[in-house]
């Protein structure tokens, strides 16, 4: 009885701890570049005193799904999407350099070029800054063009370059902030000229909503299983009990 009780509480326990991770997943299906985190349970016996005759539930996320998504058309000249592989570097909010898929990038009041949720983006030599001007555009290498206030038209100069890098995926990892950073706190990744970005564009998430749904449903039939072997455990329980008085 025990034992039966154990596995369907944990069971329950761990049933609604995926479905979060689901959940967030059906969530951001409209934030731009958002990468869905995969989900998995596996059996894990109970070591202590005893030996470990108990085994539990436990779900985990084993990592996050790098797939790219669809590029939407904006046709604003500081919105740009990685073409292919690759990530653009940002500076994240500890002061690490994290990396993004895509970005509608802004200048700030001080002519700094953040993405659209405030992180800088990093350049050739730290966090770009862009001078008073008329005119940005950035090409597929990620340098970014100025045309100077009161310049003609023809005249623009260069003046930083986004820092493009395409480390192996499995040296990946997705924080509990949501930024994607290299694991084992490993040095930056050194820039890569074989990455490109598209100007006028941005990336979709990769969320699949109809398979996070079918995800979600399945988990909350499992978890009312879980429900039903904890009653029937307490059921048995009590049936023991009655037996018990009558000897």
Excluded: C
């Amino acid at each position: 009885m025990d034992k039966m009780l154990y596995v369907a509480m944990s069971g329950a326990s761990q049933n609604s701890l995926a479905q979060r991770a689901h959940a967030n997943n059906l969530a951001n299906i409209s934030t731009s570049g958002f990468r869905r985190d995969f989900e998995q349970a596996r059996s894990m016996p109970v070591f202590g005193d005893t030996f470990p005759s108990r085994v539990y539930a436990m779900t985990e996320r084993p990592g996050t799904d790098f797939t790219p998504g669809a590029l939407q058309e904006t046709g604003r000249d500081l919105d740009v999407a990685v073409k292919g592989e690759g990530w653009i570097a940002v500076q994240a909010p500890d002061g690490g350099e994290a990396y993004v898929r895509t970005g509608s990038l802004q200048i700030d009041a001080l002519g700094q070029l953040r993405t659209g949720n405030g992180l800088p983006v990093m350049g050739n030599a730290g966090p770009i800054a862009i001078p008073p001007e008329q005119k940005v555009e950035i090409g597929q290498d990620g340098t970014i063009s100025v045309r100077a206030l009161g310049e003609a038209p023809n005249v623009v100069a260069e003046v930083d370059r986004i820092k493009l890098v395409n480390p192996d995926p499995k040296q990946l990892e997705k924080g509990t902030d949501g930024m994607i950073r290299l694991k084992d706190n490993q040095p930056p990744a050194a820039a890569d000229a074989n990455v490109q970005v598209t100007s006028g564009f941005i990336e979709a998430s990769n969320v699949n909503a109809v398979e996070e749904m079918t995800a979600i449903l399945s988990l909350s039939r499992q978890f009312e299983l879980s429900v039903k072997m904890m009653r029937t455990a307490e059921d048995n329980s009590a049936a023991m009990a009655r037996v018990l008085q009558f000897s």
